[in-house]
């Protein structure tokens, strides 16, 4: 199908981002993961994912994973059952 095609579901090592061929994403979910780091290495890995976001990408993270983070690019979407951010530079065309 047209949504299969257009869909990319890859595993990754969060913490080399850097090796991962992927740029200009639509969604990227990253859920259950940030926990398991410190705080500074949690932004770092947000701080990559982000970079990685097409204009008008969004970024799925886990509620309660991150609580002090932002990044400029970003703006939080206006829900309060998800935690996630849109990247600004959208133009609708």
């Not at 990227?28 to 940030?34: D, E, G």
């Amino acid at each position: 199908t047209i949504l299969t095609e257009r869909v990319c579901c890859a595993r990754l090592n969060v913490l080399d981002l850097a090796k991962a061929p992927w740029s200009g994403m639509y969604v990227i979910f990253c859920q259950n993961l940030l926990i398991y780091f410190r705080r500074w290495r949690r932004r770092e890995i947000l701080n990559r994912l982000a970079e990685r976001l097409a204009p008008g990408g969004l970024l799925v993270i886990g509620v309660g994973e991150v609580v002090d983070w932002s990044h400029p690019e970003l703006e939080p979407v206006a829900d309060e059952r998800v935690l996630a951010f849109t990247r600004k530079g959208y133009s609708g065309t």
